[in-house]
């Protein structure tokens, strides 16, 4: 029900938008994983950070999202009230992943506000320090 809920501009606007966030972040020295919806939602809320599988994440960088379901935007609020920070980027979901959550999800975002791409790296404190990275087991 998602890919029918997209929004006009359709697979190849959001695919740019989030290119270029890449390279925004890469350049900005910020190293990023990208993971699946259902991992937030089977993700591990503790001390501020979101487990997922061997990865821990004090960040959330939401890109371009339009449609999320609601199990999904529940745990990344818990994500945000535990502490952790969760970034909105160029867009806040305005659709639910079917329309009987379209409502509950409008509301829930109502007071969320957007960053652009260009800030991503400077709102991500340490975002990557070479000094201290490591490749030794």
């Known amino acids: ?6 929004r006009p501009r359709g697979n190849q606007g959001r695919q740019n938008a ?5 390279e925004t972040m890469v350049h900005g020295g910020v190293d990023y994983n990208i ?14 950070e979101m487990k997922i599988g061997s ?13 999320i379901s609601s199990a999904v935007l529940a745990k990344v609020q818990a994500f945000e009230a535990a502490g952790g920070t969760v970034l909105w980027v160029d ?3 305005t659709a639910g992943a ?9 509301s829930a975002v109502s007071g969320y506000s957007t960053v652009t791409q260009a800030q991503v790296p400077g709102l991500i ?10 490749m030794t087991f």
């Not at 989030?18 to 890449?22: I, K, S, T, V």
């Not at 990865?55 to 449609?67: C, H, N, S, T, W």
């Not at 079917?98 to 409008?106: C, P």
């Open 125 to 134: 404190d340490a975002p990557y320090d070479a000094d201290a990275f490591s």
């Open 91 to 93: 867009d806040i979901p």
């Open 55 to 67: 990865g821990a994440y004090k960040y959330l960088v939401m890109p371009d999202v339009e449609v």
């Open 98 to 106: 079917y329309a009987s959550e379209d409502t509950t999800i409008a």
């Open 35 to 48: 993971v699946h919806p259902d991992w937030i939602q089977e993700s591990v809320l503790e001390d501020g």
């Open 1 to 6: 029900p998602i890919a029918l809920r997209w």
């Open 18 to 22: 989030w290119e270029a966030l890449q």
